[in-house]
């Protein structure tokens, strides 16, 4: 059995607290993201209060530029947090129109690789949140996610099936290919529409995100793999919201996995 887990919610359509607790209630158990807790009033007893909610912070956030320069911090947020997980959200082949050299998304790889190796000593993983254009981006006809994979003994993935699928790839599929890599998984839903650039970057087209269950991956179909090869947390994400609002979207979510009898 999974636990249900979040990243990336309330919007911008409701309260942090009064939502945390909406979402304990509906059975959610914990949260990627854990620096929402921080910078906000007294950090110790916002964890507290997350904790006494029953939830728990499942990753701290960091970045390419953040572990090239200095991994400290990441250690400090990681055990201020109580969690053993930091995630990179996205690399250089997100980004670019053109993706980057060969040269230097291997250099890339070895940044990451070094803060990893860094981490695992602090028996924390450092996992790597993929999006669709490592599945499509080839160097020597060899993915760029094939190539960090082969390259590297400590990164991990957080592996997001939507885009996986956005991808045109099966999600079960990927899942088991890189099964003894995965160190979280998101699920994410989208429906068969037009798609529309990501904020902010108009180098990427995102498809319609929408609740899960409600579009065309196969949510159910993954959960059995998750659970087949013994993951722990389901971790749900809507990048932006359809016509639901957060609250029906977290709630609807979370309902679909629980139907399946393989969430707690």
Known sequence: MMKAGWIGFPKDDGDFWESAEMYAKIG??????????????????????????????????????????????????????????????????????????????????????????????????????????????????????????????????????????????????????YADRIGAVHLKDYIQENTVYYSGEDSVKIPVFTSLGTGIVDIINVLKCMNEINMDWAIYEQDTLRNLNSMESMTISYLHMKETGLIV
């Open 28 to 177: 959610y158990r914990g949260m990627e993201g854990g620096e929402a807790l921080l910078g906000k009033g007294n950090d110790a007893e916002n964890i507290q209060r997350f904790h006494d909610l029953g939830l728990e912070v499942l990753t701290v956030s960091t970045s390419v530029e953040e572990v090239k320069e200095s991994i400290e911090p990441v250690i400090e947020r990681a055990r201020l947090l109580h969690t053993n997980r930091a995630t990179i959200w996205a690399g250089s082949v997100m980004y670019y129109v053109k993706p980057p050299a060969k040269k230097d998304f291997f250099k890339e790889i070895d940044v990451i690789e070094t803060a990893a190796a860094t981490l695992a000593k602090e028996n924390i993983k450092l996992c790597y949140h993929n999006h669709d254009r490592e599945f499509n981006v080839y160097y020597d006809n060899v993915t760029a996610i094939d190539h960090m994979m082969e390259n590297s003994k400590n990164i991990w993935l957080e592996l997001d099936i939507g885009w996986v699928n956005y991808a045109h790839l099966c999600p079960s599929t990927v899942l088991k290919k």
